[in-house]
Every structure is written in C-alpha cells, then in structure tokens.
C-alpha cells in the first residue's frame, strides 16, 4: 500500500511582503515533506497565499490597486519566496482561484444542508488585523483607555447581519474529539490553552460578513461574504481536490499535519476541524503550532523597520546556513530570537568547521592517497570502525523518532554527535600517518569515513538540500541512490570520485 503524507503551511495573507516568520514555517514543513519522501512516502506539500477579506481589501486601497491586481502581485512574491527558500511544495494555492470559489460554495451549501448555518445578527467587537472577533471578556487595556485584542490588534465595534455556525452545539463533541485525539494539537502547552477555551464554552461564529464585498459571495445571498477564515481554512480540501472525490489527490485528505503559528491554532484545532466534522468530512491528524521569531530581541514590526525579508538573508549567508539557522536555534515551539551574530557562529562552528572540516579532510586524503575513488570496506573492521558505523546507522531510525515529535533541533543535535565523533575517529586515527605505516588501514579508515559521511548527508539533505547534494555528488553517491533505503547497500569500492571541494565556507565578517 502506498504511504501517503499530506503536509501544509498557513496560506500566507498577501496584505504585506513575506517575512522570515513566513519563510520559518515553510522551511519546517519542507524539511518533513522532504524527509518523507526519503523515507519512501507519496508526499503532498502544500502552501500558498490568502487573499480576501478587510485586511486585504484595505491593503489593496492603501495601495491603490483594486483587490485582484494587489493580491496578484504580492502572491507572486510569496511565490518566489517559497521557491528561493528551497521549497519543494507540490502545489501553491490562491483563494481568489476557481477552484477555491467552488469548493467553498460546496462546502458552505452542505453545512446549510445539514442544519449547521443560521441567518442572525452579529454585534460584537472585531480586530482587522487578525480577521478575528472578540468577546468583551477577552479584550485587554491599551493605551489612552482604549481597549486591544488579546494581540494587541486594534479592535471595532460591528452590528451586521451575519451568517452563524453552530459551534455552540460542538463544544462536547470537540473535548470528547481531543480526549481520543491526545496528539492532536501540539504543543501540550497550546493543547492545554485549546482545552480551557472549550472548556468555558462555545458561543455560534459569525461566518459572514455583510459590509464590504473583497471575499467569496454566499451562496443564495450575495449580500454576505464568506468570512474569511473559514474561506482560508477550506484551501486545505481545495487543493486535495474538494468536493470531486474522485480526484487522486482526494487520497491524500485528511491531511497529515497542518503546521501553524501558535497565534493561529485555535481556527485550525477547534474552528476547523469543527467545520469538517459539521460537513461529514474527516478532520485533519495533526496541528502543530510553533513559536514565534523576534528579531535581535525585539518584536518585527513595520515600524521598527527590522522586518527581515528572508531574501536578503540568503543572499549574504546562502540558503542552506538559513535553514539550518533556523530549526536548530530553538526547539520547535518555543519562541526564539532572531541574531546574526548567532547565526554566524553556528555557520562557522557547526557547518564550515564540524561539518565541512571533516568532509574535506576525508575526501581529500581520498583524492591524493586512494588514487580518487572510493576505497574499499575494511575486511577485519577495528572496535572504533564498529561503534562509529554503527552509531551512524542508527541515525535514520532515531531522526524518524525525533521528526515524527516536530523535533528539528534534537534531530540536528543528534546528527552532530555522529559529526563529532567522526571528527574524534579521524583525529585519534590519524589517517594521514597511517599513510607512511600502513596504508591498507589508511584505506579502511577512509572509507569508513566516507560511508558515515554518505549517512550524514543523506539525513541532513530534508534540511539543506543544495549543500547535501554536492556532498553526496563528491561522494560519489548516485542520484538514484540517495534515500533511506539506498543506505544499505554500500557503493562498490573503486567508485570514482571528484575532486573534492569546500561545502561550507567559514562566513567572515566584512571588514
Ligand atoms: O495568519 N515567527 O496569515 P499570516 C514565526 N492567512 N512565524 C511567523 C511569524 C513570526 N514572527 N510571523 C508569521 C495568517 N509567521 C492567515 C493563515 S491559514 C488557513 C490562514 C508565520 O500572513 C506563522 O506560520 O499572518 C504564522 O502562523 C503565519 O506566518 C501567519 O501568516
């Protein structure tokens, strides 16, 4: 039976430019997909852009353009962000596309069908920037008397009509839902503030808007636009296929994980999977919502000009060192703090000289002293030859572990005790004297070298897949041959190899 893995990312609001915090969440997910399809899975990654509602409608004006125009070009941005971030997303999804409209209608009319919509009146307080109502009880002092978001979004006081959802009525179908479901919203802690908000008590969502016109039409009432959230949400049955069930991409939902901002789990863990239930369609498996970037200590905001575009980064530091930054520096779900200074460190600690030191040295010993190609297997293998060998074959099995867990920075961190041990191998067996007193073992020690580099790069490529590449390329490792089943069979001895080259160059600050 074919493995399937449906992974997603938020769909993007194209009010502003994509930032780092956006390039983080696309960097993860890709990092799974692409350790899927190493392990052999049918992987669907999807991303794309969310392109109605106020927010939109009133950065467009800002602008100057009209809704489609704006959201056609800053979308084509996000596009091209997600492509230079190394993403290998198999769809990218807009919600102003045909396909959108249509499942959202079809969504919608069967929610209606089912009993689950009411026509009402919403009046209540409202937050543009976070597309979000608020109740009375959730606001918090801002400055000058005026009251804020829990976000610290400005709010408004609407009165419209308004499409309702019956949430109200889902409040014990949703607790007893995450009772059979323990994994289903991670981290814990997010669990743990999910559960206490349905635990207080649902009140009906209004699910449409009446006073501007920048979303999806309701069907049978025009007046009414979708609220956006559940408009967004949809993408994620849009883009498997949604309502054609016949479409093989309908094989992939429910989705596997969708990976969120913690500031959004509640519409994915309890609005979402609501709606589904509410429409006969199967939740989604997983939520994982992670922490938040600042940047050198301080929150990036538009104001303070310190909004990275994830463009700039990888222009001064190359793709690989950012993605490697990135899920290495926190442990995914905690906050974290954006530096160069600590970004610069671990380049030249952990990747030119851990990492790219040990590559070099191997492979250029290989290149001057084995004739460059690959040397043989050692046919009586040492103690030291065993527990390093076979440390590194387990990496596969405890990355899986780790990466199942959303635990990028432990699955690093174990890769690189495999690197430091394979720098204290090479040190304490001293190949280049062994040259002179006994080069059959020179040879052994080479290519033990070279295989527990092979499964290195291998388990590192989901995370830096350009700078993996051409590691396993001058290891002489086939295209065809770079997943995790490939790693059992050795490469034959006597693989020609080229010469080697410097993967990661130590990064030195400009005078
Ligand atoms: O919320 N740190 O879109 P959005 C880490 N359209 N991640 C960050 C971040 C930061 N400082 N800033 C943004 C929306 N992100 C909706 C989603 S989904 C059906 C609709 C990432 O453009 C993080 O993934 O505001 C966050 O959830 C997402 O960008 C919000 O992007």
């Known amino acids: 039976m074919t493995k399937r893995y449906y992974i997603t990312t938020p769909i993007y609001y194209v009010n502003g430019a994509p930032h780092i915090g956006h390039a983080y969440t696309t960097i993860a997910a890709d990092v799974l997909a692409r350790w899927k399809r190493l392990a052999g899975y049918d992987v669907f990654f999807l991303t794309g852009t969310d392109e109605h509602g106020q927010k939109v409608e009133k950065a467009a004006a800002e602008a100057g353009l009209d809704p489609q125009s704006f959201t056609d070009r800053v979308a084509a941005d996000f ?103 323990p994994d289903f919203i991670l981290p814990l802690s997010r669990r743990n503030e999910l559960l206490s908000f349905v635990r207080t008590g649902l009140s009906d969502l209004s699910i449409s808007r009446a006073s501007f016109r920048w979303g999806i039409p309701v069907p049978g009432d025009p007046a009414h636009v979708m609220y956006v959230w559940l408009d967004a949400l949809a993408n994620y049955i849009t883009a498997a296929g949604f309502p054609d069930e016949a479409d093989p991409r309908w094989a992939f939902w429910p989705a596997d994980l969708h990976l969120v901002g913690k500031e959004i789990a509640r519409f994915h863990a309890l609005y979402w999977p609501a709606f589904l239930m509410a429409a006969g369609l199967a939740p989604p498996k997983r939520v994982f919502a992670h922490g938040w970037w600042t940047v050198e200590g301080e929150k990036m905001s538009k104001s303070l000009g310190n909004v990275i575009d994830p463009r700039d980064l990888l222009a001064r530091f190359g793709l690989d060192p950012v993605r490697y930054f990135l899920l290495r520096e926190v442990p995914f779900g905690n906050d974290g703090d954006f530096s160069r200074r600590a970004l610069i460190t671990r380049m030249n600690v952990e990747l030119a000289n851990d990492l790219g030191n040990l590559a070099q040295r191997s492979l250029s010993l290989i290149a001057r002293h084995c004739a460059a190609t690959l040397p043989a297997l050692p046919k009586s293998p040492t ?129």
């Not at 409209?101 to 209540?124: F, K």
């Not at 709010?155 to 409040?171: D, G, I, T």
């Not at 290195?456 to 002489?476: H, K, Y």
Request: aromatic share 10%.
């Open 79 to 181: 596009r091209d962000m997600a492509a230079r971030m190394g993403a290998s997303n198999d769809d990218f999804i807009r919600t102003t596309e045909p396909r959108h409209r249509h499942a959202c209608s079809v969504l919608w009319q069967r929610l209606v069908e089912r009993g689950e919509i009411y026509l009402g009146e919403y009046q209540g307080w409202y937050a543009v920037r976070d597309e979000a109502f608020y109740n009375e009880s959730e606001l918090v002092p801002g400055p000058d008397g005026t009251r804020l978001a829990p976000s610290g979004a400005p709010v408004e006081w609407v009165r419209e009509p308004s499409y309702f959802f019956r949430l109200s009525a889902w409040q014990d179908r949703m607790l007893a839902f995450y009772a059979e479901n």
């Open 383 to 511: 103690d030291a030859d065993n527990t390093l060998l076979s440390a590194a074959a387990a990496l596969p099995r405890d990355l899986a572990g780790a990466l199942d867990r959303l635990a990028f920075s432990e699955a690093l961190d174990e890769i690189w005790k495999i690197v430091r041990a394979a720098n204290a191998y090479i040190d304490h067996q001293a190949p280049w004297a062994l040259r002179r007193t006994d080069p059959p073992r020179m040879a052994a020690v080479l290519r033990v070298l070279a295989d527990v580099l092979r499964i290195i790069a291998t388990v590192l490529s989901p995370f830096m897949p350009e700078s993996m590449a051409r590691m396993l390329d001058q290891l002489g490792v086939p295209p065809s041959a770079r997943d995790l089943a490939a790693l059992a069979v050795p490469l034959p001895a006597g693989t020609p190899l080229p010469p080697p080259q410097a993967v990661f160059p130590r990064f030195a600050e400009p005078a």
